[in-house]
């Protein structure tokens, strides 16, 4: 078959609905996007348990110690699922995780905000979970077969991390007035960093028309920050805060919040490697790697060794 | 009828199959590099194993104890298989259309097929 019936039955299956396996032709240009897109959201899952691992030691209470360590070990869990399918389009995990340390990888820009305060973990749970959520149901209906299964096991537990987060804040909110002043000034700083984790406006998005094409994506940048901001719009009124943002207004016309503009700077300051904590996400992943070395190779030449064993008493 | 069925291993896309440069992205593992275990889980006493998902461990036991980590931590699961991916041998999706013909003119495999007197009970 020529190149250009593959491309046809491929496109046929996308406009059909039928997920592309592993095994099915795929364009190049698709298996590239995968790639580059699945093992972004993975090291994003990976890199995102530093920022809230910060906290487990320093953790108020008990009970939310227990809860903050089940959740980082969820996302260790969710990039799991991700290194995996992303493995599934031919890559080996050891090129995934050598680009994430060399810096040719990027992950999601808001895990190189520091955390600050105890309100800093409900605020992540809440905004940037949230933010997090309304991506990946729309990914759920991914056209590659791997990508959306491993989201679908991904949606059912980040639901979980939401409420937890909000759960946090409430808490919070009606504490002492320090306790109060901590969720606002959480919110302040964590407000429009999760407004950019949907990425550059429709226009400027330079990955955005052909994902669409392929249903990679299937909402917009804007569609999906728009709805970001009608839910979170609301869901503020229960805390006693406000948004850091003069402009955000309900406008009856639309249906919708109307809301003030992004920092573009900013954004693309901290995808090119100058947000505050970049250095210090990166070294910590680089040396977690080369400290597990070790460990790697012991249960290696451990697995070795009993194999060899097994074959003698065979023998 | 001639029928080949060519195996390929699980995830293992042949290159002149890949879309193009299918070789550039692919890099050799090294000895060190742990193998990739495919997972199945019984979810309850009474049902299939299905398979989960993939995950990389030194040896069998420990594709178990880590299966259990990723993909049992709410209680979805009872039972746990592991087997390594290198050997699950799958057909060929460019050949399903030969391969599951001799099944499509068969109509008289589906109890559908016979038309009886609606009076007929307990049949």
Same mark, same amino acid.
């Given at each position: ?12 299956k996308i406009d059909r609905e039928i997920k592309i396996e ?8 698709y298996?590239?996007t995968l790639?580059?897109q699945i093992?972004?959201h993975?090291?994003?899952? #990976? ?24 959740? #980082? ?9 991700l290194?995996?399918a ?41 905004? #940037?979970?949230?933010?997090a959520i309304l991506n990946q149901v729309m990914l759920c209906r991914t056209s590659y077969g791997p990508y959306a299964r491993a989201m679908v096991r991904i949606c059912k537990?980040e ?49 955005s028309?052909?994902s669409t094409k392929w249903k990679i994506k299937r909402m917009s940048?804007?569609e999906l920050?728009?709805k ?42 901290? #995808? ?44 | ?123």
């Open positions: 078959m020529s190149i250009r019936e593959l491309e046809q039955i491929f496109l046929d592993p095994k099915d032709w795929m364009p190049d240009q298996r590239k790639i580059r093992s972004q993975a090291h994003s899952e #990976v890199v995102g348990m530093l920022p809230e691992g910060n906290w487990i030691t320093r953790a108020p209470t008990l009970k939310r110690k227990a809860i903050l360590l089940a959740k #980082v070990q969820d996302e260790a869990g969710h990039g799991l699922y290194y995996s992303t493995e599934t389009l031919g890559v080996t995990r050891e090129q995934t995780i050598n680009d994430l340390h060399s810096g040719k990888a990027k992950y999601s820009s808001i895990f190189n905000y520091p955390t600050l305060t105890w309100a800093d973990i409900g605020a992540i749970g809440w905004l #940037v979970d949230g933010a537990e639901s979980f991390h939401q409420r937890q987060g909000f759960e946090i804040l409430l808490v919070m909110s009606k504490g002492s007035p320090e306790q109060r002043a901590m969720v606002q000034d959480a919110v302040n700083r964590w407000w429009w960093p999760s407004l950019m984790m949907f990425g550059p406006h429709d226009s400027e998005s330079t990955h028309e052909q940048n804007d920050r728009q970001f901001v009608d839910m979170i719009a609301e869901q503020v009124k229960f805390l006693n805060v406000t948004l850091p943002d003069p402009k955000l207004k309900w406008n009856e016309a639309r249906k919708h919040y109307d809301f003030g503009e992004i920092d573009w700077e900013e954004f693309w300051n901290v #995808v090119k490697g100058n947000g505050p904590c970049n250095k210090q996400r990166l070294d910590a992943r680089r040396k977690a790697w080369e400290e597990g070395k070790w460990v790697r190779e012991a249960a290696t030449a451990y697995a070795n060794k009993r194999a060899a064993r097994m074959k003698q008493q065979v023998a | 009828m001639n029928i080949r069925i060519t195996k390929y291993y699980y995830g293992d896309i042949p290159e002149d199959k890949a879309g193009g440069n299918g070789s550039a992205h692919t890099v050799a593992a090294k000895p060190t590099d742990w193998p990739l275990w495919e997972v199945f889980i019984r979810s309850k006493q009474g049902l299939d194993h299905k398979h989960v998902g993939s995950l990389h461990a030194a040896d069998a036991q420990m594709a178990i104890e880590n299966a259990r980590d990723v993909y049992t931590r709410r209680m979805e699961g009872v039972s746990i298989w592991v087997v390594e991916s290198k050997y699950i041998h799958a057909s060929n999706p460019e050949e399903a259309d030969s391969l599951y013909e001799p099944a499509n003119d068969k109509v008289y495999r589906h109890p559908t097929f016979y038309e009886l007197p609606d009076e007929l009970k307990h049949m």
